[in-house]
C-alpha cells in the first residue's frame, strides 16, 4: 500500500490530456459566454439551484465567473499556471452546475472531476508555458509525478462506461434494443435524406437488428470500462472506445462527453516514457524520413530514436519494453500501433492473417 | 526516464493520500447507487437511459377561466425566455426527454411554479397548466397533467 501511494511516473499522458481540456472547457462554457455576449442570466430565467440556500448570483458576477473560466480554459490548453486554471475552471463549470438543476448534464459533470484529478496530477509538467518557463529560470520541472492521481482519474473515467453500462443491462427496454431501435425510428426521416444507402436504413429500422445491437452496445460500453485496465486488453479496448464514441457523436448530441472521453485516453498509456528504442539506418532515407514523422507524432514519449551505425542491415528496428526486436514493415507497424494519431488503422492492420501482408506492404515504405 | 519509481513520503502525506483516494472512490460509489433513486441521475452516469418524447399544453388559466397558450406572449413575458435553453422553454414541439420523463416532468413542474412567481406584471393569469403527452421507450402515449401553484392576483 505504501509502494502504490509512493509510486511515481511519467505523466505526458495527462499533459496531452490538458491540452485538450482547454479547448473542452471553452466549449463546454460557450452557451453561457454567448449569454454572457447578449447580456442575459440565468438569474431571469427558471433556475433551481441544488443547494436550497444557494443565492442567486448577480447578473455581472455570474458574467465575469464564465469569463473567468473561459480565460482559465485558454490556461489550461497554454499549460500556463496550468494547476491553478485547472481548479478554477473546475470550480466554475462545477459551481454553475450547482446554481441551477437545469444546468446540470453528465458531460459537464465528467469534465468537472477531471478537471480537478488532472490538477491533482500536476498538469504542466511537460508540454507547458510552466515547463518552459522554469527551465528558462534554469529550475526545471520534475517531469515525473505521484502515480496515484492518474489512479484516480483512470477509476473515474472507467466508472463513466461500467456505470452506464450497468444501468442499461439493469434496464429492459435497453437490453430488448428497444431504446436503441425508437431513437433509430425517430432519426428515420433525417436519414432518408442522407446519402446513406436504402438498404442500410432498412437493415438499421428493424426490431429484430436491434434485440442483438442493444446487448451490443452494452457488452461494448462493459469491456471499454473493463478492457482499460488490463494491459492485454487496453489496445483493443481503447480501439473500441474509437468506435463507441464516433457512434456516439453522430447519433446523439453531447456536447464535450466524445471528446473529452477520446483525449482521456491518452492517460491508459503505461506510465514511463523511452521504454523502446527505434534505430534506423542513417543510410536509408525513407526510414530517416519516417522517423522524422514518429519524432512530431510520437506526444507521449515512448520511444527512445538513435540512428545505427551499421552500414548495412534493416533499416528500422524497434525493440519493444519486453527485449522483442522488430524490423522493417513490422518495427514501422508496431510503431504507429503506439502513436495516438495512426494506431487505430494500424490496429486492424495488426489482426491475425493480415499481419504479415501489412508487415510486407509497410516494408515498401523503407525501400 | 523509463519504469515508474517510488520515492519515500512522510507519513501524513502518505495518509492524505489514501485518505483522498479513498474518499473519491467510495463518495463516486455512493453516488452511482444513490443516482437510481433520483430523477436526473446526477453523477450516476446513466447515459440515454431513455428514448421517451413528449410535449405539452401549457395555458395560463386566467381570473376570468380563459385559457391561453403560453406560446403567446403576455405582459412583456414569453415562456421561452422565461424557461431559457432547457427542454421545457418550447413545449409545444415534440422533444425528445432528455435524462428521461421523470426528470422532464420534474423540469416542467419547476417551470410552471417559477413562470408563477416570477411574473409580477401580469395581473391576469391564476396558475399555469400543462397538458402532457408523452411516449415512454415506445410505450403509450401517456398523458399527465401538472399545475403551478395558484398565484396572489390583486
Known sequence: MTAFFDARGSLRGVALLRIALGPLVIYSLWPYLREVDAGTWYGARYHAPYIASLPTLPAPLWHALIVVGALAGVCIALGLYARTA????????????????????????????????????????????????????????????????????????????????????????????????????????LMDRSPLPTAFIELISREDVHWFFGKSAIALELFVGLGLWSRRTRLAAVWFAVVFHVMVEISARVQVFSYLCLAALAIWVVPSVGDRRIAYRASAP?????????????????????????????????????????????????????????????????????????????????? | MGAASTRARSRWRRAAAAATFAAVVVTQLALIVFAYG??????????FSESSQWKADVVRVTRDG?????????????????????????PWTRHHADYGIDATLRDLQGAL??????????????????????????RGPFRRHLESATREVP
Open chain 1, 86 to 189: 485547472c481548479v478554477t475552471a473546475a470550480l466554475v463549470i462545477g459551481g454553475n452546475m450547482l446554481l441551477s438543476e437545469t444546468h446540470y448534464h453528465h458531460n459537464r459533470a465528467v469534465l468537472t472531476i477531471v478537471l480537478a484529478l488532472c490538477a491533482l496530477c500536476g498538469p504542466a509538467r511537460e508540454l507547458s508555458l510552466d515547463a518552459w518557463r522554469a527551465r528558462r529560470r534554469g529550475h526545471p520541472l520534475e517531469t515525473s509525478g505521484l502515480l496515484w492521481p492518474l489512479w484516480l482519474l483512470r477509476f473515474e473515467l472507467a466508472s463513466t462506461y461500467l456505470a452506464s453500462g450497468t444501468s442499461k443491462l439493469l434496464d429492459p427496454d435497453w437490453r430488448g434494443g428497444v431504446v436503441t431501435w425508437d431513437r433509430v425510428l425517430q432519426g428515420r426521416p
Open chain 1, 286 to 367: 525513407r526510414a530517416a524520413r519516417l522517423v522524422a514523422l514518429v519524432r512530431r507524432l510520437d506526444w507521449l514519449g515512448r520511444f527512445q530514436i538513435a540512428p545505427s551505425s551499421a552500414a548495412d542491415g534493416p533499416a528500422l528496428t524497434l525493440t519493444e519494453r519486453d527485449g522483442t526486436v522488430f524490423e522493417g514493415g513490422a518495427a514501422l507497424r508496431h510503431i504507429a500501433l503506439r502513436l495516438p494519431l495512426t494506431f487505430w488503422p494500424l490496429a486492424l492492420m495488426s489482426l491475425p492473417g493480415i499481419a504479415p501482408r501489412a508487415d510486407r506492404l509497410l516494408a515498401r515504405l523503407l525501400r
Open chain 2, 38 to 47: 433520483t430523477p436526473k441521475k446526477e453523477l450516476g452516469w446513466q447515459m
Open chain 2, 66 to 90: 380563459r385559457r391561453v397558450s403560453v406560446s403567446e406572449p403576455f405582459d412583456g413575458y414569453w415562456w421561452p425566455d422565461l424557461t431559457g435553453p432547457v427542454g421545457v422553454a418550447v
Open chain 2, 113 to 138: 411554479d417559477w413562470a408563477a412567481s416570477h411574473t409580477p406584471r401580469d395581473r391576469a393569469t391564476l396558475r399555469y397548466e400543462a397538458d402532457i403527452t408523452y411516449v415512454q421507450n415506445r
